[in-house]
């Protein structure tokens, strides 16, 4: 069965950091892709940034600096470092990964994201 918990989210103000992990079952250790999304109230699910088995990542314009994926494949476990957070950076936080099935490929889009977390809450004040 493949399990995403996210955690680490909270509240913030304008300027700090926070760290979010994903800890993800072993079925994913051969997904060649994993991911962050976020989604803010009325608006649609949008790429945070992706890495694939070989390290290599993308980011969206809009986090492009500030924030940065890794995984540590020991433990299995997706993390997303946010820095210079801002109140656009506000939304519930998402980790997924493509299904094995899906070989390698690793865009930066909800698409082809197979497994889906439950989702962390990120609420950035000014």
């Known amino acids: 069965q493949v399990q995403l918990v996210e955690s680490g989210g909270g509240s913030v103000q304008t300027g700090e950091s926070l760290t979010l992990s994903c800890a993800a079952s072993s079925y994913t250790r051969n997904s060649y892709c994993m991911g962050w999304f976020r989604q803010a109230p009325g608006k649609e699910r949008e790429a945070v940034a992706v890495?694939?088995?070989?390290?290599?990542?993308l980011y969206a314009d809009s986090v492009e600096g500030r924030f940065t994926i890794s995984k540590d494949n020991d433990k299995n476990t997706l993390f997303l470092q946010m820095h210079s957070l801002k109140p656009e950076d506000t939304a519930t936080y998402y980790c997924?990964?493509?299904?094995?099935?899906?070989?390698?490929?690793?865009?930066?889009?909800?698409?082809?994201?197979?497994?889906w977390g439950k989702g962390t809450l990120v609420t950035v004040s000014s």
């Open positions: 997924a990964a493509v299904g094995p099935q899906r070989g390698r490929i690793c865009p930066l889009g909800t698409y082809p994201m197979d497994y």
């Open positions: 890495i694939d088995s070989d390290g290599d990542t």
